[in-house]
């Protein structure tokens, strides 16, 4: 067994294996050299800060790829400038390597509007905003959807909804005012159904019933019968019922005829006319103050007093030098509760009292 291994043969097949194996390592790792540039790299150009065409031009010219990339739009730099550039400028990488710009654009990116028509204004101005539009000017006309957001305008132009426009736009917005009042009924007889429309339309009101007398859809049937009458004054969007018919109205007397008994009142004018009189107002009735008379006040009689009458008295030395004795002390008492008695019933007669005679022996 280890004689056939050693046999010449067995090892001249083992050194071309050998060789064939080597040589196949050199030729790939040659051939991947030669396909991927090994060794041959170049320097990354500075293009930031440059407009996005001589950025290409640039590339171009140092043999590498390029992506542009627009980035969201900044009001800060110019339109189409280079704001980054990845790898870095400086960086070596092997020719044909692709350079990615990111680039600022022209604009805003665009999006599209809303649906917020026949929607309630405060609703539709917050989705508005929402998906990045301004509004500018609140324009109100007249219309039976009060509140309700009836176009939207772009540089004066009206849009629809999905219409594309740049973000940030600013849009004028067009809100119903509610309807108008006392508008005059348009005269639509002896029009076809198509002209009709377009005179109703255009004063303001919606066409309700369209009865065609043969039963057909004909637009260019003659309107021998309108209600409400022309001449009367309805309020803006109310509905107008058409009587159309091939024949013209001459040739329909008898049916509107017929039709003036169920939807126009006849007034009887030989009656005489009915007066009414002009009741006032209701008022309160006034009612004048009563003079009351005065009362008479009755004033009570006060008695005079009576004069009392002096007495004989001693000399005025006797009476001086008289000692005073309980008698006199109790007059002169009792005149000082009779004097507080007449100060406080000044009805009374207040009477003095008499002096006593005292005789000294």
């Known amino acids: 067994m280890l004689k056939s291994l050693f046999n010449w043969k067995v090892l001249v097949n083992l050194l071309v294996a050998i060789v064939v194996f080597v040589g196949l390592v050199w030729l790939t790792f040659r051939w991947l050299e030669y396909h991927t540039n090994h060794?041959?790299?170049?320097?990354?150009?500075?293009?930031?800060?440059?407009?996005?065409?001589?950025?290409?031009?640039?590339?171009?010219?140092?043999?590498?790829?390029?992506?542009?990339?627009?980035?969201?739009?900044?009001?800060?730099?110019?339109?189409?400038?280079?704001?980054?550039v990845?790898?870095?400028?400086?960086?070596?990488?092997?020719?044909?390597?692709?350079?990615?710009?990111?680039?600022?654009?022209?604009?805003?990116?665009?999006i599209a509007i809303p649906d917020v028509i026949n929607k309630y204004s405060g609703l539709g101005f917050q989705r508005l905003d929402q998906v990045g539009l301004k509004v500018g000017d609140t324009i109100y006309e007249p219309s039976i959807q009060k509140d309700?957001?009836?176009?939207?305008?772009?540089?004066?132009?009206?849009?629809?909804?999905?219409?594309?426009?740049p973000r940030f736009s600013v849009i004028d917005v067009v809100v119903g005012s509610g309807p108008m009042r006392n508008i005059s009924i348009p005269n639509v007889v002896g029009l076809s159904v198509k002209e009709a429309r377009v005179v109703i339309a255009k004063s303001m009101f919606e066409v309700g019933l369209v009865d065609h007398e043969d039963g057909s859809k004909d637009e260019s049937d003659i309107i021998y019968y309108q209600d409400?009458?022309?001449?009367?004054?309805?309020?803006?969007?109310m509905q107008m019922d058409l009587w159309a018919s091939k024949k013209t109205p001459a040739e329909l007397r008898s049916k509107i005829d017929q039709l003036?008994?169920?939807?126009?009142?006849?007034?009887d004018t030989s009656l005489?006319?009915?007066?009414?009189?002009?009741?006032?107002?209701?008022?309160?009735?006034s009612y004048d103050p009563v003079p009351v008379a005065p009362i008479p006040v009755t004033k009570k009689e006060v008695p005079k007093p009576e004069p009392?009458?002096?007495?004989?008295?001693?000399p005025a030395a006797s009476t001086e030098n008289k000692p005073k004795t309980p008698a006199s002390s109790t007059a002169a008492n009792t005149g000082t509760t009779?004097?507080?008695?007449?100060?406080?019933?000044?009805?009374?007669?207040?009477?003095?009292?008499?002096?006593k005679k005292v005789v000294v022996e």
Not at 152 to 163: A, D, Q, R
Not at 260 to 267: F, G, Q, T
Not at 338 to 355: D, E, F, W
């Open 86 to 110: 990845y790898p870095s400028p400086g960086s070596r990488v092997k020719d044909g390597r692709t350079i990615r710009l990111r680039v600022n654009p022209r604009t805003w990116a665009q």
């Open 260 to 267: 003036n008994s169920l939807y126009r009142m006849k007034v």
């Open 338 to 355: 009779h004097k507080q008695a007449a100060s406080t019933t000044p009805q009374q007669p207040v009477q003095k009292p008499k002096a």
């Open 39 to 84: 060794g041959q790299e170049v320097p990354v150009p500075n293009v930031v800060n440059k407009s996005v065409h001589d950025a290409v031009k640039i590339l171009d010219d140092a043999g590498l790829e390029y992506d542009v990339d627009s980035a969201n739009y900044d009001p800060k730099y110019r339109p189409f400038q280079v704001l980054q």
């Open 148 to 165: 309700a957001i009836l176009r939207i305008l772009f540089k004066g132009n009206s849009v629809k909804p999905g219409t594309r426009i």
């Open 272 to 285: 005489p006319p009915v007066h009414y009189d002009e009741i006032p107002a209701h008022q309160e009735p």
């Open 228 to 237: 409400p009458a022309a001449g009367d004054v309805r309020d803006q969007g």
């Open 308 to 314: 009392v009458k002096p007495e004989a008295t001693k």
